[in-house]
């Protein structure tokens, strides 16, 4: 007589806790969560700006990421049957630097090979009187906000319901239509930010169990891409060490969307993630549906990709 697969849940817990910890509920309440708590940061801060101009919109960035670190740190890491915490202190600062390296590298990268196809060329000097504001708002701000909504929350919960697959592909896509709603997106844009950028990042994270290295990779590479090199961030134009523009066909140049947009991220995303998914596959870091585990998600976060 085969003996029942164990269940993720004790047979002891009140319904409404067995209820609570189910994979897709606690999806639910963390999203609830962390964006009441994004949203009401702005909302109570426009209301008792700190600083005026440029120093109001810094200080309420710095505001917003250390809030919604502290909302995740004390409740939302808590969620769910098996509670793990994506931001672990311990390797912290080593997978951040992984990351801002391996997206500074890949985005020079990118705009080398689309210069020498002609898609990017430098026109002249730029303009840095809003470095510190750019990093932030540009660069750090989505980094942390993006990564703990699409890794941290929507990767972690559909991964225990469905598997890594599953978990992967939905992510990627989720995060590649929310940027429709970018300046200059269109379909084709959002499918590429889905099969590069939403491939890349849950990649990385697949691959340490942790927000850092994302987080990391994903402000380097906006920063690079808009503050260094004057290439549109999600079709968001900002300015750059230098003044660029971008010529030849879309599927090449990304258009005015930007690079992200174009083949040649794609391609290089794709290399990556490749490398990223096997490093995962090695540490044992890839995991079937809930409907075919003999228990929930257990892992330890890596301290170093």
Known sequence: MTEPKPTHYSAGDP???RVLEYPLIALVLATVLAVTTYASAYFLLSYNPPMSGAMTAISETIMVVALLWVVYKLVIRHFGDKP?????????????????????????????VAALTGAYAIVGPGDTRQFVLTLLLFAILP??????????IFFRWLEEFGGSWFALGATSLLFGFAHQLNPNATLMSSVFMAASGGILLGASYMATRSLWLPIGLHAAWNFVQGEVFDVPVSGVDTAGLVESQSSGPEWLSGGYFGLEASVISLVVCLAVSAWLLRRASQRGLVFGPIWSRDSALTFEPQRKL
């Not at 793990?84 to 080398?112: C, E, K, N, R, Y």
């Open 15 to 17: 319904l409404w806790i």
């Open 143 to 152: 980094a942390c906000w993006e990564e703990l909504l699409f890794r941290g």
């Open 84 to 112: 793990h915490d994506d931001l672990p202190l311990a390797g912290a600062v080593m997978l951040t630097a992984q990351g801002a390296a391996l997206g500074t590298v890949m985005m020079g990268l990118i705009v080398g």
